[in-house]
């Protein structure tokens, strides 16, 4: 980023790039069930089980490209907030496009004689984001007919799943929840601000694209005298 009142004067072209990747993997396993020992015989069936599960990604990401409050001149001009593989970028590889990864997963299990209760949430909640742009009021002066181009970029998955399972054999009352959220905003933007100057530019370009996928899955099951399996899967993008 370019802070506002700082003067940019270049030959060439001038090139405002930033690079972001943003991944977050969480999972919770939360099973009130009897393990075998080492010669494989289990222990007593417990006359109430009870489980939980809560995996939880929160997540904020900006990627910001910006030409700030001044009087600038060059030959062009680019100015990008992108996400590609950056590791590979560091490394001296290729720029290519890649996809973050954002995944939260709860599994939850209970078994008793007489009362099983499992519950198990996972959630994502994102603010992610790619902002490429003049600052308002700005001046940019492009000699030669040079070329302006501001670009964003900003893909995404993010997959909430949660499962659990609840049996009382023979028993009053099993009970399994679950409950999946995916709250995921994702914004991606290229733009020349209100009030600013373009003079000598030859083409101008200003690309923005985005890309989200969602997976949100809600598993539950019970068994008992009295079942109860209430289950939520929710997506709000």
Known sequence: ?????A????????T?????NTDGTVSADGRAVGVADAEGRMPPAASVGIGAAVAINLVSSQGVARLGLAEHAAGGAVIEAVTPDVAAVLAGGAEAARVDSLSARANSGAGATDVGIAGAVALNLVDASSLAEIASDAGLALSGGGDLRLGSDRRMTAVAEAISDAAAAGGSVGVGASVALNIVALRSRAE?????SVSGAGAVA?????????????NAG??????????LALSLV
């Open 206 to 218: 200003l690309v923005a694209r985005g890309e989200n996928a969602v997976t949100t899955t809600a």
């Open 16 to 20: 405002l790039r930033a690079l972001s």
């Open 192 to 196: 020349l601000s209100d009030g600013v």
């Open 7 to 14: 003067v940019v004067t270049a030959g060439g072209v001038l």
């Open 1 to 5: 980023e370019v802070l506002d009142g």
């Open 222 to 231: 019970s068994a008992g005298g009295v079942s109860v399996t209430p289950a």
